[in-house]
């Protein structure tokens, strides 16, 4: 038998686990916790046959920690540890399940008597359970997880009609080779970008939530369903051979549509559906969980919130092409930085070829087209693809991720706008270093003639080009800057006792009579009236 304790104080944990000669009496001490809730979270891990716990612990206390446990595991035999003695603790220690209430200092004999008792309990209670009614309780608890078991591999071909038939009755089904089935796959719509309660990792909840509804309503329809290995809901609707297929597709139909509007109506999110398209034997079943399958991929041609028919895909369909002006102007928008150009030139390439687009494969060539032009825009630029597209690039690396024909535009539409506001950045990150650069060179020669001219041929760019980003940035002309430069200068020498000659000097004014005139003007006073 396995024992777990539970105790806060680290001496009598210690010494309830080391001085106890448990392994003597055929007793395994397989973990200890110091509070309710390491203990809690240990209990499943560990699966203790007896547990020993303190009842005043940090976090959570003793009888709620067993009510907890009991719950978990009703044949888990507590003893509680108390230093109450008192009738109240005892009869709640009791109404939830403990066996045991003993009360510290007990001695080591006591708590051992105690643990050795709640281990004879359990043995009897395990030879009771082994008997065929306990059995039978037991699998009647199992039987929903078994026949999900049995229905994926079914549907995933794993089983012949003869075998189907059999195992279907191990788990109580009773399969006629005559039947009519037909087959839906149902699967979460991707969150929208608005979406702000859920996100990319409740995926697995929003999918066990919508198998939970369909599974209520369908509780009493006779259908059964079943969550495939990527945790869609699978829907096997059976009939019997003298109903028209027409009119089984039909309740199908009708029937996963009803569905879906009750998930969207409790969840306030959309899910799809694909549906077979013809009915199928028992044989089938792995043909037409197929076909319901490709359907739903045809959300990327006919968007979200939507049942889907499943439908050959016409043969000989033609290359995708595009306008060759369109595309140019998409490249010339984003190097551009126009994001508003980008996204229009964007959403018109895309529109062009959805309306060719017949098939999932159509769909499939569009997205790849764009993931190339988008690649080799960025690439162009001596940029990495995932430093630009941020979040978005998992569906550079694998485009099969985007399922929806929304979920496909909304990527392409925030790209464009990622890659328009990476260039306007890298071009202001660039504007703003050749404007220091500038601003540096003003600060050193303030004591010579500095011109628009002289400083853009320094930095081999044209004076107009220049002239325009320098005011951009400043908000003024290069003129009024240098001179307001050259101005503070001066005066602040002349305030710190320079002679007018030198505060010309050190401003880069040769003509002393010149500098005085700008001086006055500038100013209001001549050089030789600012007193320190």
């Not at 960025?378 to 979040?391: A, F, H, L, P």
């Not at 306007?424 to 020669?445: A, F, G, M, P």
């Not at 005066?491 to 004014?509: C, E, I, N």
Request: with cysteine; glycine share 6%; aromatic share 8%.
């Amino acid at each position: 038998m396995n024992l777990f304790i539970v105790e806060d104080e680290i001496r009598l944990r210690n010494s309830l686990m080391h001085h106890i000669p448990w392994e003597d009496h055929g007793i395994e001490v397989i973990g200890t916790a110091e509070n309710g809730l390491e203990a809690l979270r240990l209990f499943e891990r560990k699966k203790p046959d007896i547990v020993l716990l303190d009842i005043e612990m940090p976090q959570m206390d003793g009888i709620t920690l067993a009510r907890k446990l009991q719950e978990l595991d009703p044949l888990v035999k507590q003893i509680i540890l108390s230093g109450h003695d008192n009738f109240e603790f005892a009869q709640a220690a009791m109404d939830v399940g403990v066996m045991k209430y003993l009360l510290k200092p007990a001695g080591d004999e006591e708590i051992l008597k105690a643990v050795l008792e709640a281990a004879e309990q359990l043995r009897q209670e395990l030879e009771r359970i082994s008997n065929q009614a306990m059995l039978q309780e037991k699998w009647r608890q199992h039987l929903p997880q078994l026949r999900s078991s049995f229905f994926r591999r079914w549907a995933e071909g794993a089983y012949s009609l003869r075998e189907a038939v059999q195992y279907g009755k191990d788990v109580q089904l009773d399969l006629k080779p005559d039947r009519q089935l037909a087959v839906a796959v149902l699967d979460m719509d991707p969150l929208p970008e608005a979406e702000t309660r859920f996100g990319p990792k409740d995926r697995q909840l929003l999918l066990f939530s919508l198998h939970s509804i369909v599974s209520e309503l369908l509780q009493r329809s006779g259908h059964w369903s079943f969550t495939d290995p990527e945790g869609r809901t699978v829907i096997l609707f059976d009939a019997g051979p003298e109903e028209d297929p027409n009119d089984v597709l039909l309740h199908a139909h009708t029937t996963v549509t009803r569905l879906l509007g009750k998930a969207k109506e409790c969840l306030k999110l959309t899910a799809s559906a694909g549906i077979c398209g013809a009915t199928g034997g028992p044989e089938e079943l792995h043909k037409l969980y197929a076909q319901a399958g490709k359907a739903l991929l045809c959300r990327k041609v006919y968007g979200r919130d939507i049942a889907i028919p499943y439908r050959e895909e016409p043969e000989g369909t033609s290359a995708l092409t595009v306008q060759p002006t369109l595309e140019k102007g998409l490249e010339i928008a984003l190097e551009t930085g126009d994001p508003g150009k980008a996204e229009e030139l964007a959403s018109a390439l895309w529109t062009e070829g959805m309306d060719r687009a017949v098939s999932v494969d159509d769909v499939h060539e569009h997205v790849l087209y764009f993931v190339s032009l988008l690649t080799r825009t960025i690439q162009r630029q001596g940029w990495r693809v995932k430093e630009v597209t941020g979040d978005d690039y998992v569906f550079f690396h694998n485009p099969l991720l985007l399922t929806t024909k929304e979920q496909i535009q909304a990527w392409l539409s925030r790209t464009v706008r990622h890659i328009a506001a990476y260039v306007q950045n890298q071009r202001q990150c660039i504007s703003h270093e050749t404007v220091r650069t500038i601003l540096d060179i003003v600060e050193k020669e303030l004591d010579s003639e500095l011109t628009l001219h002289t400083v853009a041929d320094r930095l081999y760019v044209n004076s107009s080009y220049l002239s325009r980003l320098f005011k951009q940035e400043t908000g003024k002309p290069f003129s009024t800057y240098v001179l307001e430069r050259k101005m503070d200068a001066a005066k602040a020498a002349l305030l710190k006792g320079a002679k007018v000659y030198d505060a010309a000097m050190l401003t880069g004014y040769r003509d002393v009579s010149y500098f005085t005139k700008v001086f006055r003007k500038y100013w209001g006073v001549t050089p030789g009236e600012m007193k320190p």
